[in-house]
């Protein structure tokens, strides 16, 4: 027959053997619910931003058109390419409507930029005969600089831009508000259709 003592002792060994038990089972459980957790958040992760492939990043990069875009060199006396990235586009006119956005946007190498960056792009269209209509609104008027230099970058950047990237255009002309001008600032004629300058190409680069 057990003694008090004994009973006590057994009794509390019961006890120590459930609490490690029910410790056992939380901590199960608790290890069960973070790797569940982990699981779903790593597959969600997954499902929200794939790991791109080389075939994804290929795709990537062909939702992208090189270009070379033309803007005047310190001393405005000749123009420098610079290449960028743009949105594809299938159309000729929206290829030529993201190069000339660019260009007002400005560059981005050092070069000085050939358009007022409150130029406001009204349009383009592309006539049969391969001649770009490019119709800004007021402010390439209003906030051009002027003088005979300036004006000569501002049109030859927008002609070799466009003539070099976009196979369909042979020529660009200027439009403001929709109208032929005379020149933008009383110096170039604008009332005919520009091509590309070799001459003021740096390194005399054909476009």
Do not use: C, W
Not at 55 to 73: C, N, P, W
Not at 86 to 101: G, S
Not at 122 to 143: C, H, K, Y
């Amino acid at each position: 027959m057990s003694t008090k003592k004994q009973r006590k002792g057994k009794e509390l060994e019961a006890r120590k053997k459930k609490r490690r038990k029910r410790y056992f089972f939380l901590t199960l459980l608790l290890t069960v619910s973070i790797g569940f957790l982990i699981f779903l958040f790593v597959s969600l992760f997954d499902f929200l931003y794939p790991p791109v492939t080389k075939e994804g990043h290929e795709a990537r990069q062909r939702e992208r058109q090189k270009v070379q875009l033309y803007f005047a060199d310190g001393n405005e006396r000749f123009l420098v390419a610079e290449t960028r990235y743009l949105p594809k586009r299938d159309k000729a006119e929206d290829r030529a409507t993201e190069i000339v956005r660019a260009l007002v946007d400005g560059p981005k190498l050092g070069s000085s930029r050939t358009l007022p960056a409150e130029s406001t792009l009204r349009g383009v269209r592309i006539d049969p005969g391969g001649t770009a209509v490019v119709d800004f609104g007021r402010n390439l008027v209003d906030r051009h600089p002027g003088g005979s230099t300036s004006e000569l970058m501002t049109v030859y950047s927008l002609a070799a831009s466009l003539v070099e990237n976009v196979s369909e255009i042979k020529s660009v002309k200027i439009l403001v508000d929709g109208k032929e001008r005379e020149t933008l600032k009383g110096q170039i004629d604008l009332r005919h259709p520009f091509r590309p300058k070799k001459d003021l190409l740096a390194g005399g680069a054909s476009s």
